[in-house]
Every structure is written in C-alpha cells, then in structure tokens.
C-alpha cells in the first residue's frame, strides 16, 4: 500500500522568558531531539512545519520554520498552524513560568530585594486539546529518573495518541546530546523501550509510529 504524506507541526527548543533586556528564564534544551524529527518526517516524504524556540541549529531542508522566543508565542503559532496540520509533536522544553513583570530596562541589583514573582504559562498541548479532532498528538516527557508513570499521566492528562518519556539523567540521553533513549507509551498499555542510539534514529522510530497509526 502506497504511503500517505501528512502535514507535520513539530515545536523544537526551549522557550526564553525575558525578566528585562539582558536576563531571561530557559532551560538546556538544544532544539536536537525536535529538529531530528523535522529531518526524519522530511526524509520520510510528509510537509513539515518546525516551530523553533531559541536554539542555534540550521533547519533541515525542505522545513518551514517559524521562530518565537517565547511560550506565549509558541502557542500563538501552534494555534496558528494547527488548523493545516494532521500530526502535532510537542517535542519542546516549554517553560512553564514567565516572570510576573517585564522591565523595559535592565534591573539594577540594589533594586532588587531577591525575590521573583513567576506566573503560570498556559500549558500548549492542554490548550489545543478541543483542536484535536481527529489529528495525532504525540507529547515528549523529560523526567528525571522513573519517566514512565509521570509520563503516563501526562498522556492521559494532555489526551495524547501516544508519549515519549525520556530520562533525561541517563548517560547519553535528553538534553544536549546527540543520542537518546526512551520509552513509547501508549493509552492501551503497550510500550516500546528505544535503547541508546542516535535522536534522528529515535525520530526515524516516531515517525513510522506516526505513519502506522493512520
Ligand atoms: O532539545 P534537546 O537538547 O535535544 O533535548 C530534547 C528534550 C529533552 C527537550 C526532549 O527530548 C524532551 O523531553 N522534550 C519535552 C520537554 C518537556 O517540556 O517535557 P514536560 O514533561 O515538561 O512536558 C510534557 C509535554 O507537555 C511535552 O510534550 C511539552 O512539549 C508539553 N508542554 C509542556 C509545558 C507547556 N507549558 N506546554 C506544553 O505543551
């Protein structure tokens, strides 16, 4: 049976939360994992659109690539480009708190008292869940040590088709790295352990995952 090309919308990177012009709050997300599976989704035939944070990589070709800072601006170009998408991967370290305030001008140390008031980022999958319908969503979860039951519940928490649980403490694998090694799981209880290899071999797994259930 003949393949058939699907549109991909995969976020990729961390987001950058600015306090003021100089200082921000991220995390050590490279973009790697995202931009692996950009290529591997491009190599496999399907269109794909790559929504970056802040990361320092070349886009893969062929790749439409959108680049925002923020996570108020990652879910504004998700709910931008989801309408057209059948696959959503949320493979980016979205921060999950902003500071409360913004300073157009750099803070000056003796005006603060050591305390930053943070506010909540909206969560992206949990808000385009109603968008749905009948589209895939896979989430990543990056958990230090035991990924799997946390994993699980945010599968189900964020109604996913299926989620990648990645140990970020174990050698070789999660942030920065060239390789990785997770788990699939998926809401009917199978699972799929991806020992240590490289991310466009754990992405080139994802997408055929993907390819097989549609
Ligand atoms: O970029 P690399 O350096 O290659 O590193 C890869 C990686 C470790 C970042 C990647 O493999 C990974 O695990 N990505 C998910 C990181 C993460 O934010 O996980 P989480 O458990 O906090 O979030 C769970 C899911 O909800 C994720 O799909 C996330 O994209 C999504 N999320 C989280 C917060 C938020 N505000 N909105 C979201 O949609």
Redesign the pocket.
């Known amino acids: 049976m003949e393949k058939q090309a699907m549109k991909f919308l995969i ?3 961390p987001t950058r939360e600015p306090l003021d012009p100089v200082r921000f709050l991220s995390n ?7 931009f692996a599976l950009a290529y591997a989704a491009v190599q496999a035939g399907h269109e794909v659109t790559l929504i970056a944070g802040p990361v320092t990589l070349e886009s893969p070709e062929g790749v439409r690539r959108v680049d925002v800072e923020t ?1 108020l601006e990652m879910l504004s170009a998700v709910e931008k480009n989801l309408p057209d998408a059948d696959v959503y991967i ?5 921060a ?1 708190w902003r500071p409360a305030t913004y300073s157009p001008v750099k803070l000056k140390k003796s005006g603060m008292d050591g305390e930053l008031r943070l506010v909540r ?6 808000t385009i869940r109603p968008q749905k319908g009948n589209r895939i969503f896979v ?5 230090t040590g035991m990924p799997e039951a946390e994993a699980k519940r ?1 599968m189900l928490e ?1 109604g996913l088709d299926f989620i ?1 649980a ?1 140990d ?1 403490t174990m050698p070789g694998a ?4 060239d390789t ?1 090694c997770v788990t699939l799981l998926f809401p009917n209880g199978e699972k799929s352990f991806l020992t240590l290899r490289s ?1 466009l071999e754990i992405a080139k797994e994802i997408v055929s995952r993907i390819e097989r259930l549609r």
Do not use: W
């Not at 050590?28 to 995202?34: E, N, P, V, Y």
């Not at 949320?90 to 979205?94: F, K, L, T």
């Not at 989430?139 to 958990?143: D, K």
């Open positions: 976020t990729a990177g050590r997300s490279t973009g790697k994992m995202g996570a949320s493979c980016a370290a979205v999950d980022n909206p969560d992206i999958l949990k989430g990543f979860a990056a958990e945010k964020k990648v990645n970020v999660g942030f920065a790295t990785n991310k």
